[in-house]
């Protein structure tokens, strides 16, 4: 089993930035793959950024290139979503999945943070 607790989000104002964190704990993260994912309301879940946690590989969905960066902490167990320049249209709540082979389907899910963000 792997749970996840996510953090730091809240309500800022357009062109602001924010960064959430996903503390991990469970089994041995170091073949998982980590993810963002974001719901907003009357929409589906969709991928925002993810992560291997060796940090080989990243990947990010085109509406946030450029904005937000996916980190990780090796010693806190801890997965990190800076996100800058943020816009309305990035108002959501904000979930941290893991899974060992699925980059988009992850087996492991937080309970969510919301990001408001207002014009």
């Known amino acids: 089993q792997v749970q996840l607790v996510e953090s730091g989000g809240g309500l800022v104002q357009a062109g602001g930035s924010l960064r959430l964190s996903c503390a991990a704990s469970?089994?041995?993260?170091?073949?998982?793959?980590m993810g963002w994912f974001r719901q907003a309301p009357g929409k589906e879940r969709e991928f925002v950024a993810g992560m291997t946690w060796s940090g080989s590989s990243t990947r990010y969905a085109d509406s946030v290139k450029g904005r937000f960066t996916i980190s990780r902490d090796n010693a806190k167990n801890t997965v990190y979503l800076q996100m800058n320049s943020l816009k309305p249209e990035d108002t959501a709540a904000y979930y941290c999945?893991?899974?060992?082979?699925?980059?988009?389907?992850?087996?492991?899910w937080g309970q969510g943070t919301q990001v408001t963000v207002s014009s």
């Open positions: 469970g089994r041995t993260l170091s073949t998982y793959i």
């Open positions: 999945g893991a899974d060992k082979f699925y980059w988009y389907r992850p087996n492991y």
